[in-house]
Nanobody, 115 residues
Framework: QVQLVESGGGLVQPGGSLRLSCAAP????????MGWYRQAPGKQRELVAR???????NYAVAVKGRFTISRDNAKNTVALQMNSLKPEDTAVYFC?????????WGQGTQVTVSS
């Protein structure tokens, strides 16, 4: 089966920005709420942002005001613009539906915020 494919991570200094992208199979993207999740070392995976097909968004308290989620329904893609990054944002970032489709998790993309 086709998995979700995340890209755009990297090493950035505190205060910097990154834009993550995710390509999703049509069967998971269509008619589903999509989300960005992250998992830091030793911690559970958490949902940080979600977006409905119509464009309504919700954010975790830790990222609200700094991260912006968007989606392109024609291209089956979802993006996460991350600004004012902090060391505590360091994690592997994944996209998936909300609630997640368990067998579709991709490899994620590593985001490291460090000076």
């Amino acid at each position: 089966q086709v998995q979700l494919v995340e890209s755009g991570g990297g090493l950035v200094q505190p205060g910097g920005s990154l834009r993550l992208s995710c390509a999703a199979p049509r069967n998971i993207f269509s008619n589903n709420v999509m989300g960005w999740y992250r998992q830091a070392p030793g911690k559970q995976r958490e949902l940080v942002a979600r977006i409905t097909r119509g464009g309504s968004t919700n954010y975790a308290v830790a990222v609200k005001g700094r991260f912006t989620i968007s989606r392109d329904n024609a291209k089956n893609t979802v993006a996460l613009q991350m600004n004012s990054l902090k060391p505590e944002d360091t994690a592997v970032y994944f996209c998936n539906a909300d609630p997640p489709w368990l067998y579709y998790w991709g490899q994620g993309t590593q985001v490291t915020v460090s000076s």
